[in-house]
């Protein structure tokens, strides 16, 4: 069975930083795009980044650009997503998906496998 397993969200203070992790069983990570979205309450699913199963490179929203780094343990089968300088309007819940896409990309309908999501919440 392919499964997608989110974990590290929390509560955290504005400022504040959290790593999101996104374990994968039933299947090898290395030869996946692995992007992760955030939904909101009441907003639209937003891509926020993505990275790629061959040479690594990464695309990040601009909302996010500089904050948050996405990287890959091919050893672990696991992606994760850190995320510093918190701000209020990351709050949503994350989700981890996978593609076998040629390239890098956050266009949710390419996306065949997702995760159940992990909440994180900035505030004081």
């Known amino acids: 069975q392919l499964q997608l397993v989110e974990s590290g969200g929390g509560l955290v203070q504005p400022g504040g930083s959290l790593r999101l992790s996104c374990a994968a069983s039933g299947f090898t990570l290395d030869y996946y795009v692995i992007g992760w979205f955030r939904q909101a309450p009441g907003k639209e699913r937003e891509g926020v980044s993505c990275i790629s199963s061959s040479d690594g490179s990464t695309y990040y929203a601009d909302s996010v650009k500089g904050r948050f780094t996405i990287s890959r343990d091919n050893a672990k089968n696991t992606v994760y997503l850190q995320m510093n300088s918190l701000k209020p309007e990351d709050t949503a819940v994350y989700y981890c998906?996978?593609?076998?896409?040629?390239?890098?990309?956050?266009?949710?309908?390419?996306?065949?496998?997702w995760g159940q999501g992990t909440q994180v919440t900035v505030s004081s």
């Open positions: 998906a996978a593609t076998r896409h040629r390239w890098c990309t956050v266009v949710a309908r390419y996306y065949d496998y």
